[in-house]
């Protein structure tokens, strides 16, 4: 299974702050975000798709800037 990485343009890390360290990794049918930076990682797939059904309450909206993948290529 090949894990694919792209660069979220105009994300900030929840944990350092970094700005465009942020990547998208897809690795079959899971998502998750890491940081380049501080090694930060984020379990929970930021697909709006996926309703989350047990969400943490911790997490801070408008954190992190989700732009969707160019799908079309
Ligand atoms: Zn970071």
Redesign the pocket.
Known sequence: MTTRRMFIAGAT??????VD??RLCRDGEREWMD??????ESAEPPAAEHPPESAPADTTPGAVKWLPPRAAR
Do not use: E
Not at 13 to 18: L, T, V
Not at 35 to 40: H, I, L, Q, S, T
């Open positions: 890390c929840p944990r350092c702050g970094a360290r942020i940081c380049v930076a501080c090694g930060y």
